[in-house]
C-alpha cells in the first residue's frame, strides 16, 4: 500500500516533442506529490509539486496532470529539450516536512536531438 | 550559500568492515535523511532524524545506524559492510515545505 508504481522505466523522446511518465499509487493518505530531477553524478532535485486539491499544475515546460479517483499522476515535458535528458522519480507523501515520502522507481528520459 | 555536502564521495571498502559516511547541510533545517539508490527500485529511506538525539528507522535500515549530536550532521555507519550494500548513498534535509534537499551522493562498493 506504500508503493509508487512509476512507468515507463526509459523513454526516447526527439527534440521539441512530448514526454510524458506516469504514476500510481494506492496509499489514499498521501497529500503531497513532487516529481524529481537528477543529472548524472548529482542528487536529485525538486521539479515541479502538487497536492490533491487542484487536478493540474504548470510550471513553464512543466506540467503534472493529477486523478484523485484513479489515484495517478503524470508528468508532461512540452517541446522537450536534450538539456531535460535526466531521471526523473515520482514520489508522494503524507504531509510536509519529507517524513513518509516513497519515490517511484525512476525513469530515464533521453531528448535526441 | 547554505548546502548540504557528503564525504566521501566515492569509496572502496572490504565486506565486515564498519564504514561511516558523513553529512552536512549549513540550512539549520531540523529534518535529515539517508536513502539509498539502486537501479530499479528508487530512493529508498533508511534512517531519518526529526532533530538532535532523534533518531528513526526507514524502511531499509537493517545494517545501517545513524546519530543526531547536532542540527548539521547526519552521519550514516554500516557496521559489518556486506557486498548488498554497494550503493549510492544521498543524504537529504528539509524544513515544512515538503521539499527534500538532497547532496550529490556518496558512491559505496563492498568488495
Known amino acids: 500500500q506504500q508503493q509508487v508504481k512509476q512507468s515507463p522505466q526509459s523513454l526516447i523522446v526527439q527534440k521539441g516533442g512530448i514526454s510524458i511518465i506516469n504514476c500510481a499509487y494506492e496509499n489514499t493518505a498521501f497529500d503531497y506529490f513532487p516529481w524529481y530531477q537528477q543529472f548524472p553524478g548529482k542528487g536529485p532535485a525538486l521539479l515541479i509539486a502538487i497536492r490533491p486539491d487542484v487536478s493540474e499544475k504548470k510550471e513553464g515546460r512543466f506540467t503534472i496532470s493529477f486523478n484523485k479517483s484513479a489515484k495517478q499522476f503524470s508528468l508532461h515535458i512540452m517541446d522537450s529539450q536534450p538539456g531535460d535528458s535526466a531521471t526523473y522519480f515520482c514520489a508522494a507523501s503524507i504531509g510536509t516536512g519529507g517524513f513518509k515520502t516513497i519515490f517511484g522507481a525512476g525513469t530515464r528520459l533521453f531528448v535526441k536531438a | 550559500d547554505a548546502e548540504i555536502t557528503q564525504s566521501p564521495r566515492h569509496k572502496i571498502t572490504e565486506t565486515g568492515r564498519q564504514v561511516t559516511l558523513a553529512c552536512h547541510q549549513t540550512?539549520?533545517?531540523?529534518?535529515m535523511f539517508w536513502y539509498r539508490q539502486d537501479l530499479g527500485h528508487g530512493l529508498r529511506l533508511i534512517h531519518y532524524?526529526?532533530?538532535?538525539?532523534?533518531?528513526n528507522k526507514g524502511e531499509v535500515s537493517d545494517g545501517y545506524s545513524v546519530s543526531r549530536s547536532n542540527t548539521e550532521d547526519l552521519p550514516l555507519t554500516l557496521e559489518s559492510a556486506a557486498s548488498s550494500q554497494t550503493s549510492v548513498y544521498f543524504c537529504?534535509?528539509?524544513?515544512?515545505?515538503?521539499?527534500?534537499?538532497f547532496g550529490e551522493g556518496s558512491r559505496l562498493t563492498v568488495l
Open positions: 532524524s526529526y532533530g538532535v538525539q532523534d533518531t
Open positions: 537529504a534535509s528539509s524544513i515544512t515545505t515538503g521539499e527534500l534537499f
Open positions: 540550512w539549520n533545517h531540523n529534518n
